[in-house]
């Protein structure tokens, strides 16, 4: 039992219920606000974007949310996911620390993201959805959102921001094999495409824009539906599959995590590994330390401010309260991995905002570094978004280092980069340029939030 | 029960042998001889190159070989493997035939090749041995070798064919990552690779070429080892981990493949897949059909000759007896996946020549539909090799329908697709070149063979 490295749950036992965070937190979340009458939007103002399903979660206050059965039967053709002890990790970096990682690259897209594309593409199905829209930054919802229409038969168009579209040509590739249909953003398929075209015909883009354009057609077509791959509250809490799976297998290995680490892009990774160990956090008052490391280059965590705004550059959804860079700040086309939306999902900020959690910004080299030691240790290649989580676990591994304590970490690697080589090629040949924190273009978006208070 | 699509065999009842199918042959092997004595070859001609415990392994008639603790314990990063039965494909085909598949897309490099690459990769380090040498033809070799040598810490050079190393920059770069170095072949670096680009400056290389470089640099140095990713006796037996564990797997399913089918290019996959099968095709005298699937652009079984041969273009390895187009037969650059070597393991080619097994040639194009249907059923896009089998356990499964019978049919699903996605694309855009059948090519290369009887 001592020197194991995998610990992997019995598909008998797969956890049966998403977990909602939702119904455990020690203060309520700020309820999304109707841009035109600032008032809390109710389940009519979401039907045009969202089956009523997804909207009953969006709201719900139970703490356990049933998975439905032919939801968990697709889960199965990859899931439980494997549980690690990164013994060689330890070993590599001389620390007392022990450090656990679920693994999320084993699903057929190679990324967390299908537990919620299987999930949202189900509902749809289930109240008639004949197409979807969506966006997609360094492509990982995107594949994943195409691989669950595959399975239901939903037709599929995806907004993929430009400068990713142009990096990463497998991402579009994989959409296409699975039948969906990729577009770069901005495009002129949309009018919010056109107008920032029309201001800037080079734009490269950004999560804001690719959201206006899917948000735009999924309103125009009562057969056609929105889906996000991250941020909201009922794909966050699809995400929880992952941490209460984790609960399972950390008690196989006998062990309980002192610090959590996950990568923050809009927040889905890092909430479905840490929401259930939150929740015992606030339930039985544990001692958990949980840190969301995000890029330097789209710092919403570290630098953003918590205030209420729209989640797309368009303007055209409802306003809501998180970190924000502004909805008009576009990420520096430098940065290589996904991780580049303005604002971070409601919940996550709520959370950072009553200290529940801390916050990490890293540049894009040193996350690049760690990602390479790691693979050359734990033998897989992280997707360049986890490498953000890996850099956060060995900082904290160090730490235990210097202080000579010996905690236990646990970290989220959600994804492997076999789609994202050309990055790591990049590094390899020092065409990396480093993060910036654009201090400049993030006042200027930031001066720009509608003006509630 | 009845309708599961996953078994999956717990990590206590994985395996700790490997099966040696030359204790079960009907009729013996016939022995590689020295190019020069022409007499059969002895340990003591493999040592430069190997290790002798796998010289040992080469030559062995026990039946099973016991897997050592160490190899089995990286093995448990990723295996047992999962067994799918392809419920949605047999709908999708609308056969009465079941489909099963065993998925070996799920290791660190996405393919069943770190079997033998750990096995390997161990057993030098017992040894001593520093360095190891190698080449790679679509990379799925090198990349997993690269993933073992940096778990073990040996360095690692990589002769890739050039033709793939310029289709495949993704490939280079993982391998990088894990460490190691990859050089385009035929490279100036070497005799071999001299030789033939005084010959043809603008040669796409070969496998046979690749090898010679390889094999060359090896036989220099004596800290330095050979390790070859198919085609020999170790390496097909160290897959078989693969077959063992789908025998208990299908006794999980309660069924018995009628039907085996896996892809050929040197061999390995198919023989880890189906050795074990065979084996109790020879032992219980059972009716087990099995079908190798090869590409028409290098039909080394179905248009092959079956006769001594060199192993490599540079005429440095022993003599073998096998399915040769000529080992100066180089295949077409617009053969876009693996499978392209000029010969066949020899135990593979004994097994054909035996009637053990029978083989099948397809074209590209109609393997890329075959893996695109596949994709959009089953959810895993398959490497551009795998969509071999994929396409004939198709055609077996339209055989059944046919004649109204419902066979079962198991293939083995080497690999996934995730770093070949612009053979994808090129599928898409029309712009794959249909596999052709090099009639001229073949019949200048086999008059080149070496006169032996």
Request: hydrophobic content about 35%; proline content about 7%.
């Amino acid at each position: 039992m001592s020197d194991r490295i995998k610990f992997f749950l019995e598909e008998s036992k797969m956890p049966k219920n998403w977990y909602n965070i939702a119904a455990d937190l020690p203060k309520p979340l700020s309820p999304p606000l109707h841009p035109g009458t600032l008032k809390p939007i109710g389940p009519d103002d979401l039907a045009p974007l969202f089956p009523m399903a997804l909207i009953g979660q969006e709201v719900s206050q139970d703490k356990e949310i049933e998975i439905p059965e032919p939801i968990r039967e697709i889960y199965k053709q990859w899931r439980p996911s494997p549980l690690y002890r990164a013994r060689k990790l330890e070993k590599f970096l001389d620390t007392p620390a022990k450090i656990y990682y679920k693994y999320e690259g084993v699903s057929p897209t190679g990324s967390h993201k299908p537990n919620t594309a299987i999930a949202q593409a189900f509902y749809n199905k289930e109240e008639g959805t004949k197409k979807i829209t969506t966006e997609t930054g360094a492509g990982q919802w995107g594949s994943s959102l195409a691989y669950a229409c595959s399975i239901f038969g939903i037709e599929l168009d995806v907004y993929m921001v430009k400068v990713s579209f142009e990096q990463k040509p497998y991402r579009k590739l994989i959409m296409q094999t699975y039948g969906a249909r990729c577009v770069a953003s901005p495009s002129s398929e949309t009018e919010s495409g056109k107008a920032i075209l029309a201001k800037d015909p080079n734009s490269t883009g950004s999560l804001g824009i690719a959201i206006s354009e899917a948000v735009e057609m999924a309103a125009k077509d009562k057969n056609t539906k929105y889906s996000l791959g991250s941020v909201l509250n009922h794909v966050l809490m699809h995400q929880t599959i992952v941490g209460n799976e984790t609960l399972l297998q950390m008690e196989m290995a006998g062990d309980y995590p002192d610090i959590l680490v996950g990568c923050t892009g809009g927040g889905s990774n890092f909430s479905g590994l840490v929401f259930p160990f939150l929740g015992k956090k606030f339930r039985e008052k544990k001692n958990t330390r949980v840190i969301a490391c995000e890029p330097k280059s789209c710092p919403s965590l570290t630098k953003g401010k918590y205030a209420y705004d729209f989640g797309d550059t368009g303007r055209l959804t409802p306003l809501v309260k998180m970190h924000t860079l502004g909805s008009q700040f576009i990420p520096p086309s430098t940065h290589s991995g996904g991780l580049r939306y303005h604002g971070m999902a409601p919940m996550v900020s709520h959370l950072k905002e009553i200290g529940a959690i801390e916050a990490k910004a890293y540049g894009q080299k040193e996350c690049f570094e760690a990602g390479v030691n790691f693979a050359r240790v734990e033998g897989i290649v992280p997707a360049p978004e986890a490498t953000h989580a890996v850099k956060g676990a060995i900082e904290a591994a160090l730490e235990c280092k210097n202080n000579g304590k010996g905690k236990t970490i646990l970290f989220n690697l959600c994804g492997h980069g076999h789609f994202d080589m050309k990055a790591y090629g990049d590094y390899f040949d020092n065409k990396l340029e480093e993060d910036k924190y654009d201090e400049a273009g993030i006042n200027k978006a930031l001066e720009e939030l509608p003006k509630i208070d």
